[in-house]
């Protein structure tokens, strides 16, 4: 009987060798011992080899892993409870294996294509594990944006309903760009607006034409008036598209207005004054028309540290300060009906300039 337990010793670890599972020298009859970390011989050479066979080659091993291929199928290998020490050895393989194809391919959802980095989410699930030190770092990317400074004068404009900041931030965007063309006003309005309103030119052309010849402080009047039969709503996210459209041309005509200064020589100078978090921005400008070279003049007050620029095609004139103060710049020989870019920049983290557009309009003479 020892000599048929030795023989089939020895057929087993010639197995073992054929599939380089062991690093046995030929003709020793003992395995070398092997040192089992954590599940798997770290130590063994052909560890590493594992890495490397496809899917084919694991079930070559699994199917010459059977017994029944054998020649002592019928004499039990070892006693009842023993765990076999090759199939813990597969058991290793195989999951280092599957940790190696998770990390390579992760897996997907159902509502998958690729690989999403959900940060937000698993922000929430650490803070939420750990309610003892919860994580500086806020939920949610939008907590750390500050609100434009430039939105508290966009709270006085003359409308029935106020506009959601998403909105206004919108608008105030586009009426930058649009002061600096030469488009007509209806133009400029459709051009701010049509962002909000895709494939709507039609019905904003139309509603336009409504808003330019509405008088100027008339706005709230006009959006109650504007569609008869029916109540207008509370709130803009109340109201249907059509009145949604009255409601952002109204505020684009007032934002282009506040942001226009037009100067000629009827009325050579202007003040303008727009309210901002930190306080009331002043500005003067003054052309001297009429005079040989024109000087475009600006002065203006700031409620905090900033910079004032004056754009004139290739001419250019900036001056800043770092406290709350006077500023003033001036340009030489600007020719006329031509619109000239003013931007105010203020000392605060993370705020764009706010750009006016000033316009030398050249009169007729009346001789």
Same mark, same amino acid.
């Given at each position: 009987m020892n000599e048929d337990s030795d023989a089939m010793q020895q057929s087993f670890i010639r197995l073992l060798q054929d599939l380089a599972l062991t690093d046995v020298p030929p003709g020793t009859g003992q395995p070398a011992p092997a040192q089992n970390i954590d599940g798997v011989y770290r130590d063994d050479p052909a560890v590493a080899a594992w890495d490397t066979l496809d899917s084919e080659e694991f079930g070559v091993f699994a199917s010459q892993m059977g017994l029944h291929n054998l020649p002592f199928q019928r004499e039990p290998l070892l006693q009842p409870g023993e765990l076999p020490a090759v199939q813990d050895r597969f058991h290793a393989l195989l999951k280092r294996r599957?940790?190696?194809?998770?990390? #390579?391919?992760?897996? @997907?959802?159902?509502?998958?294509? =690729?690989?999403?980095? !959900? =940060?937000?989410e698993s922000l929430g699930v650490l803070q939420m594990a750990d309610m003892t030190e919860p994580s500086?770092?806020?939920?949610? &990317? *939008? +907590?750390?944006r500050q609100r434009p400074v430039w939105l508290t004068q966009l709270q006085n404009l003359n409308l029935p309903v106020s506009l959601p900041e998403t909105v206004l931030v919108q608008l105030l965007e586009r009426c930058q760009e649009a002061v600096q063309s030469s488009l007509r006003e209806g133009a400029k309005l459709v051009r701010v607006v049509e962002? @909000?309103?895709?494939?709507?030119?039609?019905?904003?052309?139309?509603? +336009?034409?409504?808003?330019?010849?509405?008088?100027? #402080?008339?706005?709230? +009047? /006009?959006?109650s008036t504007a569609f008869q039969g029916s109540d207008f709503p509370t709130s803009y996210e109340a109201a249907v598209p059509a009145q949604q459209m009255v409601l952002s041309l109204l505020a684009a005509r007032e934002i282009i207005g506040s942001l226009t200064l037009s100067l000629s020589a009827s009325a050579p100078t202007l003040e303008r004054q727009w309210l901002t978090a930190a306080g009331v921005l002043t500005l003067q400008a003054g052309y001297t028309f009429g005079q040989t070279p024109g000087r475009l003049q600006i002065q203006g007050t700031l409620p905090?540290?900033? #910079?004032?620029?004056?754009? &004139?095609?290739?001419?250019?004139?900036?001056?800043? #300060?770092?406290?709350?103060?006077? /500023?003033?710049?001036?340009? @030489?020989? /600007?020719?006329? *009906?031509?619109? !000239? *870019?003013? =931007?105010?920049?203020?000392?605060?983290?993370?705020?764009?300039p706010l750009v006016f557009a000033i316009g030398l309009v050249d009169e007729p003479s009346l001789a």
């Amino acid at each position: 009987m020892n000599e048929d337990s030795d023989a089939m010793q020895q057929s087993f670890i010639r197995l073992l060798q054929d599939l380089a599972l062991t690093d046995v020298p030929p003709g020793t009859g003992q395995p070398a011992p092997a040192q089992n970390i954590d599940g798997v011989y770290r130590d063994d050479p052909a560890v590493a080899a594992w890495d490397t066979l496809d899917s084919e080659e694991f079930g070559v091993f699994a199917s010459q892993m059977g017994l029944h291929n054998l020649p002592f199928q019928r004499e039990p290998l070892l006693q009842p409870g023993e765990l076999p020490a090759v199939q813990d050895r597969f058991h290793a393989l195989l999951k280092r294996r599957l940790q190696t194809e998770i990390q #390579r391919h992760p897996p @997907l959802f159902p509502w998958e294509t =690729e690989i999403t980095d !959900y =940060e937000t989410e698993s922000l929430g699930v650490l803070q939420m594990a750990d309610m003892t030190e919860p994580s500086p770092v806020p939920v949610g &990317a *939008s +907590a750390n944006r500050q609100r434009p400074v430039w939105l508290t004068q966009l709270q006085n404009l003359n409308l029935p309903v106020s506009l959601p900041e998403t909105v206004l931030v919108q608008l105030l965007e586009r009426c930058q760009e649009a002061v600096q063309s030469s488009l007509r006003e209806g133009a400029k309005l459709v051009r701010v607006v049509e962002s @909000l309103f895709p494939d709507q030119s039609q019905s904003l052309n139309q509603l +336009a034409g409504l808003v330019m010849v509405s008088p100027a #402080r008339s706005g709230g +009047a /006009l959006a109650s008036t504007a569609f008869q039969g029916s109540d207008f709503p509370t709130s803009y996210e109340a109201a249907v598209p059509a009145q949604q459209m009255v409601l952002s041309l109204l505020a684009a005509r007032e934002i282009i207005g506040s942001l226009t200064l037009s100067l000629s020589a009827s009325a050579p100078t202007l003040e303008r004054q727009w309210l901002t978090a930190a306080g009331v921005l002043t500005l003067q400008a003054g052309y001297t028309f009429g005079q040989t070279p024109g000087r475009l003049q600006i002065q203006g007050t700031l409620p905090c540290g900033g #910079r004032l620029s004056l754009k &004139a095609g290739e001419a250019h004139a900036s001056t800043q #300060r770092t406290s709350p103060g006077g /500023l003033s710049l001036e340009l @030489l020989d /600007l020719p006329t *009906s031509q619109t !000239y *870019s003013l =931007e105010v920049e203020l000392q605060i983290p993370d705020q764009n300039p706010l750009v006016f557009a000033i316009g030398l309009v050249d009169e007729p003479s009346l001789a």
